[in-house]
C-alpha cells in the first residue's frame, strides 16, 4: 500500500510454458506493508498469492499482455522492528518516502 512505512515484495522462480509467440507463467509472491492502525499502533500485514500471467512476443520482445493477482492468503501481526533494534541487533533501514531516492538505482 502506498501509505506503508515500509514495504517489500518478493517473487520466486517463474514457471513458463511457451508456445510460439504467446506463453504462459506462474510464479508465487509474498509482499509486506506496516501501517498505523485506528489505534496508532503499527501493525504488519504478510500477503502470499500468485502471479498468472500471459505473454507475447511482438516486434522480438516479449510482454505481459495479461496479469491475475490471486491472492492466497494473509497475516496481520505487530510491528516489531524497533524491539529488535532497542535489542543490539543494528539494521540498516532506509526511512524512503518518495521515488528517486539514492538507494534505488539501476544495476
Given at each position: 500500500?502506498?501509505?506503508s512505512?515500509r514495504r517489500?515484495?518478493?517473487?520466486?522462480?517463474?514457471?513458463?510454458?511457451?508456445?510460439g509467440?504467446?506463453?504462459?507463467s506462474e510464479?508465487?509472491?509474498?509482499?509486506?506493508?506496516?501501517?498505523?492502525?485506528?489505534?496508532?499502533?503499527?501493525?504488519t500485514?504478510?500477503?502470499?498469492g500468485?502471479y498468472l500471467?500471459?505473454?507475447?512476443k511482438?516486434?522480438?520482445?516479449?510482454?505481459?499482455?495479461?496479469?491475475?493477482?490471486i491472492?492466497?492468503?494473509?497475516?496481520?501481526f505487530?510491528?516489531?522492528?524497533e524491539?529488535?533494534?532497542?535489542?543490539?541487533?543494528a539494521?540498516?533501514?532506509?526511512?524512503?518516502?518518495?521515488?528517486?531516492?539514492?538507494?534505488?538505482?539501476?544495476?
Open positions: 500500500e502506498a501509505g512505512e517489500w515484495h518478493v517473487s520466486t522462480g517463474v514457471l513458463v510454458r511457451v508456445e509467440d504467446s506463453a504462459k510464479c508465487y509472491g509474498l509482499s509486506m506493508g506496516t501501517l498505523l492502525d485506528e489505534s496508532g499502533e503499527k501493525v500485514t504478510l500477503f502470499g500468485r500471467d500471459e505473454l507475447q511482438r516486434d522480438g520482445q516479449w510482454r505481459i499482455s495479461k496479469r491475475t493477482y491472492a492466497d492468503w494473509a497475516h496481520q505487530p510491528d516489531g522492528l524491539e529488535v533494534m532497542a535489542g543490539g541487533l539494521l540498516n533501514v532506509l526511512r524512503i518516502a518518495a521515488p528517486g531516492h539514492e538507494a534505488y538505482r539501476p544495476l
